[in-house]
């Protein structure tokens, strides 16, 4: 069984910063893609970042600049460190991964999701 536990969220003030993590487990699976996305009140789940297995990332445009998605292959885990942060960031933010259990089809996977709160 595959699954993706997140960590790092929190309320913190505009022009700050928070690191997210997210740790995959489980046993025999290999890991393609991760990302984060993130879903405001009302709003669509968006992409935020993702980063391949090679470590290329893109970003949506509104955190370019602000955001660094990376990745430790070894650990199976994926972070967000986040700066700059702006009122228009709160949001839930999701963690996901493309999963290859051995033997399997590869199948995406979400994490349970982690607040995260910019205000003042």
């Known amino acids: 069984q595959v699954q993706l536990v997140e960590s790092g969220g929190g309320l913190v003030q505009p022009g700050g910063s928070l690191r997210l993590s997210c740790a995959a487990t489980?046993?025999?699976?290999?890991?393609?893609?991760m990302g984060w996305y993130r879903q405001a009140p009302g709003k669509q789940r968006e992409l935020v970042a993702g980063i391949t297995s090679g470590g290329s990332a893109n970003y949506a445009d509104s955190v370019k600049g602000r955001f660094t998605i990376s990745r430790d292959n070894a650990k199976n885990t994926v972070y967000l460190q986040m700066g700059t942060l702006k009122p228009e960031d709160t949001a839930v933010y999701y963690c996901?991964?493309?999963?290859?259990?051995?033997?399997?089809?590869?199948?995406?996977?979400w994490g349970q999701g982690t607040q995260v709160t910019v205000s003042s």
């Open positions: 489980g046993s025999r699976i290999s890991i393609n893609a």
């Open positions: 996901n991964a493309e999963v290859r259990i051995v033997g399997t089809l590869i199948n995406d996977y």
